[in-house]
């Protein structure tokens, strides 16, 4: 059983509105999350993490939201841009370097 | 920026070949990684090594085999090649500690005919 679930297989926003990406996870034990950035035909790259010592971690445009009771993390995009079409995977680790991922959701921002 | 480079970007295989995927990072990297990712499915672990000649079982081992004779050089090998192997296989490596990530390669899409 997936352990790391993003349970939109796709979002479609318009440009300069808001993206939120969500990831639901089941393990208690998890303590550290990250977000990846995946373009067709390359690998995924790295965007933001988070660690559970916090609830929120800014970048940019960039903000990852954490709310462990709930088991629930949230990858917010303001403003969207067209460049930021892609496939967002939600990864959790418990233990060093071993991450599970989410199945990834696909975002179209329309121009 | 570190750079991790699968040889190959498409491969076609037939049923029980022996199949070796083959990835090199360039950046002394201690962690390397095989994951599969499959539609509906995200990114499922394989194989990691932590260290030259070490490696540990992923989530899905079965009918995977690895080496690690060089540092930067992790071979993912198929010993007999099903259908159900058709997947695309991504490498990453990563230095110690969780808080740098992965780099990924780019892939390869393999399909197992």
């Known amino acids: 059983d997936q352990q790391v679930k993003q349970n939109s297989p796709s979002l479609s926003v318009q440009e300069g509105r808001i993206s939120i990406l969500n990831c639901d996870y089941t393990n208690s034990m998890f303590d550290y999350f990250l977000w990846y950035k995946k373009y067709p035909a390359e690998g995924p790259t790295f965007l933001i993490s988070?660690?559970?010592?916090?609830d929120k971690n800014e970048d940019g445009r960039f903000t990852v939201f954490l709310n462990k009771s709930a088991k629930h993390l949230s990858l917010h995009i303001v403003p969207s841009q067209p460049g930021d079409s892609a496939v967002y995977f939600c990864a959790a680790s418990a233990d060093f370097n071993k991450f599970y991922f989410g199945s990834g959701t696909k975002l179209n921002v329309k121009p | 920026d570190v750079k991790v480079t699968q040889s190959s970007r498409y491969l076609v295989k037939r049923t029980g070949e022996k199949v070796f995927l083959e990835c090199v990072q360039d950046?002394?990297?201690?962690?390397m990684f095989w994951y599969r990712q499959d539609p509906g499915l995200g990114l499922r672990l394989i194989y990691f090594?932590?260290?030259?000649?070490?490696?540990e079982k992923g989530d899905i081992p079965e009918g995977y085999s690895v080496s690690r004779e060089k540092k930067e050089r992790f071979s993912l090998i198929l010993e007999s090649a099903s259908t159900n192997q058709t997947s695309m296989y991504l490498c990453a490596s990563a230095a110690g500690g969780r808080y740098d990530g992965y780099t990924f390669g780019s892939g390869t899409r393999l399909t197992v005919v």
């Open positions: 988070i660690s559970s010592i916090k």
């Open positions: 090594s932590y260290d030259v000649k070490m490696k």
């Open positions: 950046m002394d990297h201690e962690n």
